[in-house]
């Protein structure tokens, strides 16, 4: 069962990807959310996390310069993380796919973040678990 | 500028319906639109050229779109600010790589909530575009401006 984290700064965002994550069938375990990249890095932190789905336009501290501090620590490093964001810019999305992070363009599909989460954790979940 | 209004429109459209499983609807325009109160999200945002994006909604309105967004039947005031804020966001992201290409970076700030909104007028040289979207709850208007970005208008 994997615990996730959701950083976003929108409350309804964070309740709509918890929705859209449930809807996916794959089985959870603790659902964490922060508001921004501080919160983010407070609670991978101090909790066991197996997935983050991370904003990057956030305020206090910005999704990219949390993606960087939890690459650059080594008990979190290999932590994998969706960024969902309204980002279209392929520069910037190359740029976060060069760190080894996911991308979900909102706004997405249940279907969408269920191939991207599979892809990311090499499991089939049947959506019955 | 006709091409600008339809990639708006269309970011609208999609934005709304992915989101908040609203349709536009055929209907003709609101008569009593006068008689609402609107509020606004505003984002600006800045790049290759900068501007901002400023979606209106009558208050009405607004508990659909954060209720649909939340699978709930009702919702908070913070809940639908946040949630008109959200929307204006989507639909900011997905326009500007349309006008200016998906090579171009652009940095969106936070929407800011203005209530009891009135329609803005352009400003300083801004190019503004205009559109209204009847949705099957009621009508939605956006008003999309650009500053330094008169080469890309003639293009699109």
New interface residues.
Partial sequence: MLNILIVD?????R??II?TFKLCGIPFGEIMEASNGKEGIEVIDTKWVDLILADI?M?VMNGIEMIDKIQKNPQTADTPIIVI????????IEALKNKGVHFVK????PEILRETITNIIGIKFNGKD | MEKIENLLLNAATNAFEQLCFMFSSPDDEDTEKNLHTWVASIVNFSGPFSGKLIVRAHKGLLNVIASNMLGEDTSTTKQQMDALGEVSNVICGSVLPQIAGVAEVFNLEAPKILENSEPVSPQNGEKMVSVSMTLDEGQVELQFFMKNGAALLKEV
């Fill in positions: 700064d929108s409350a309804v965002m309740a709509m929705k336009n305020p964001s309204t980002e279209s810019s392929q520069t910037r909102k706004p997405f599909t």
